[in-house]
């Protein structure tokens, strides 16, 4: 069907009853004084692989070379990307990429990942200040700084994984049903469908949309029929699919506005092709022109599938969390 499939995969840690305890103690950082095996944190059901150890080290790269050859997957998603060593990443990562050019994604968002050679990052900076912004205690310009921080910090062809949702987010923190409630969901969400940079995350119920937190420790099941916000998504990802001007490498191009607080708009291009967006990241309707921007032309928009005349000097008037996206 044409589906890529990853993984998740934990090399931080094992469960309390993993074989290796038994056959091998040494892969285990141990307490000093009772020499048990550690648990990180408060994460009392794991235990805390040694990264020190060669061959540990040789032992994880080709456990997860295992997956590439027996089950040819096309990539990992890292839990807690940040508790091995960059010396492992690095290493293993070059191996991996030799049998097969996996994607590789990091549950963390620190820079050095990409050094190692991991493909994409999470947004947490990110997403914070979209809750913030949701919950009215930013504007819309906060999510300029954020942006500066990426590409001042990351490495040019870093891609960030945006979200409105995860499943740390949702268990512990009620996303997106709480963080960005009602009609606030929208925007952010075609944000992160339409962003530099990006590569999405849909979380599992996010198209109902299930408005509850799914447990961690029990099995939490998910209940489908209205599927109310398939078409939105729908129309989001078709757009990413046949349209270049939305590939993760694509130009990015902040527009200015007489209203920046309120409005947040951009151009992605690629060549011919251009995606303009235009995002009202505030619970009032508002009224805005662009200053000094060509926009001219008879783009579709995504949503309505019209094509609408637009003109540089238009004024333009948007309800409240109201999302604009044209297909140029």
């Known amino acids: 069907m044409g589906f890529k499939v990853i993984i998740d995969w934990v090399p931080n840690h094992s469960g309390a009853d993993n074989r290796w305890l038994i056959q091998h103690p040494n892969f ?16 009392t059901d794991t235990r805390k692989l040694n990264f020190n150890n ?34 492992f990443w690095t290493k293993c990562i070059n191996e991996l990429k030799k049998e097969k050019n996996v994607f590789m994604l990091a549950e963390a968002d620190e820079p050095w990942l990409h050094e190692t050679g991991f493909d994409a990052t999470y947004t947490w900076g990110e997403f914070n200040i979209m809750k913030m912004i949701a919950k009215g205690e930013r504007s819309a310009l906060s999510i300029d700084s954020i942006l500066n921080k990426v590409d001042s910090d990351y490495p040019k062809n870093a891609i960030k994984m945006y979200f409105t949702s995860n499943h740390d987010e949702n268990s512990w923190n009620k996303a997106d049903y709480a963080t960005m409630p009602g009609n606030s969901h929208a925007p952010f969400a075609v944000l992160t469908q339409t962003i530099g940079r990006s590569v999405p ?13 799914i447990s961690f420790f029990y099995k939490d099941t998910i209940t489908f029929g209205k599927y109310a916000r398939a078409d939105f998504y729908k129309t989001l990802l078709n757009l990413r699919k046949n349209n270049a001007a939305l590939a993760a490498n694509a130009a990015f191009i902040k527009l200015k506005s007489n209203n920046d607080a309120a409005i947040y708009a951009y151009e992605r291009k690629n060549g011919n092709k251009k995606v303009l967006v235009i995002l009202n990241l505030s619970n009032k309707p508002q009224s805005f022109s662009f ?14 599938h019209k094509s609408e005349e637009l003109k540089n000097d238009q004024q333009f008037n948007i309800q409240s969390w109201g999302y604009f996206v044209y297909n140029y």
């Open 28 to 43: 285990y950082v141990r307490d000093s004084v009772t020499g048990k095996a550690v648990s990180q944190f408060d994460w």
């Open 54 to 87: 060669p061959e540990l080290v040789d032992t994880m790269i080709n456990c997860m070379k295992f997956w590439i050859k027996e089950s040819d997957i096309d990539g990992f998603r890292c839990d807690y990307a940040v508790g091995p060593t960059k010396e």
């Open 201 to 213: 995350l849909i979380y599992s119920g996010q198209e109902e949309p299930f408005p509850d937190s």
């Open 291 to 304: 200053q000094s921007v060509d926009i001219a032309g008879k783009p579709v928009n995504v949503f309505s």
